[in-house]
């Protein structure tokens, strides 16, 4: 476990606790919907009888819709033509909301618990997705979980996608927080990539990829589930 400098940010001190800042990912992070997405594009993309779509949606993770529908219809549009993109995206869209709307999506271990810690101990957070903000809100609304962050930021808010680092120093400067005093909690390369190119302290739970060499360099620390990131914060007091 690799403690960043002046890791000691979670003392009792109220000035070093609102100098810092919590900021998540959500797909994969708090909900279990990677897992979830790539079900209903497995069934869709059955139908079409496209190859390989597993591999294709894991270049996918970590991006927004407009570099999903680049990744897909280069993969695609060769053998199923133009557009094949929108219409994988279209029925796969369908089919989730079919699913799992109104609550039913899952949550991912320990997503309750450290939010009631974090803000227990008087940390802020926030939450920066590539996922457009309405689809955001909506899904931690009825997760009950909205009221647990300061600032919300979708993939909509921003003109480029993780990992460009955009969408955390959009989070960051909306909080009035350092980058260099937040930690990002992320499932993906991208979204690691994204936290550490703009100077943050980021934390990888990995979902449905593991940590390669990349990801143990340039993050904090490697936790297997969010209350390992609990355990990690309570290490700092």
């Not at 955001?136 to 997760?143: C, D, N, Q, S, T």
């Not at 739970?205 to 593991?210: E, K, R, W």
């Amino acid at each position: 476990m690799r403690m960043p400098a002046g890791y000691r940010a979670f003392e009792s001190g109220a000035s070093m606790k609102k100098d810092f800042c919590v900021i998540f990912d959500m797909d994969g992070v708090i909900f279990d919907s990677e897992r979830a997405c790539l079900d209903t594009w497995t069934e869709i993309a059955s139908d079409y009888g496209m190859p390989d779509i597993t591999d294709v949606f894991y270049k996918c993770i970590g991006t927004n819709k407009n570099q999903t529908r680049q990744i897909v219809e280069n993969a695609y549009s060769e053998v199923y033509g133009p557009g094949i993109s929108d219409k994988l995206l279209a029925e796969s869209s369908r089919l989730f909301h079919e699913k799992y709307d109104g609550g039913r999506l899952p949550v991912k271990d320990g997503a309750g618990e450290i939010l009631e810690y974090l803000k227990n101990i008087g940390i802020r957070c926030g939450l920066a997705s590539s996922t457009k903000k309405a689809s955001v809100v909506r899904e931690l609304e009825e997760a009950g979980f909205a009221g647990f962050f300061e600032e919300i930021i979708g993939g909509d808010s921003v003109r480029i996608s993780k990992p460009d680092p955009e969408i955390y120093l959009l989070a960051c400067e909306k909080m009035h927080a350092d980058p260099a005093h937040a930690f990002a909690i992320e499932d993906s390369y991208n979204g690691i990539r994204s936290a550490y190119a703009a100077g943050m302290r980021p934390i990888m739970v990995p979902d449905m990829i593991p940590a390669d060499e990349e990801m143990k360099e340039k993050s904090v620390v490697i936790c297997e589930d969010l209350k390992g990131v609990i355990r990690y914060f309570m290490s700092m007091h």
